[in-house]
């Protein structure tokens, strides 16, 4: 449970950092909403996880929906400051 607990943590600071930035509303309802549904991916991911980590696929794809979060963060933050 502890995985799915950081997950709504970094997943609520992420939406909070959406909501403070600067870009237009419409990329921020577009991100909230794409970081919602990751989110709910990530929280079945960490429910569905083995307690080991090493050689788990399901964390790999866990570790691998933050990446998604973070570069459609970052394109859509450089598109939205044009």
């Known amino acids: 449970m502890w ?12 939406l909070y950092a959406v ?6 509303d419409a990329f921020k309802i577009s991100l909230s909403g794409i970081y919602f549904v990751i989110m709910l991916i990530q929280i079945v991911l960490a429910i569905l996880c083995h307690k080991e980590i090493m050689d ?7 570790i691998l929906a ?15 400051k044009k």
């Not at 799915?4 to 600071?13: D, E, P, W």
């Not at 788990?56 to 866990?62: A, R, S």
């Not at 998604?68 to 933050?77: D, E, R």
Request: hydrophobic residues 60%; aromatic residues 12%; charged residues 0%.
């Open 66 to 80: 933050y990446v998604v979060q973070i570069v459609i963060g970052l394109i859509i933050f450089n598109v939205s």
């Open 56 to 62: 788990n696929l399901l964390f790999i794809f866990y």
């Open 3 to 14: 995985l799915v607990s950081i997950t709504i943590l970094i997943n609520g600071i992420l």
């Open 19 to 24: 909501h403070l930035s600067d870009i237009q």
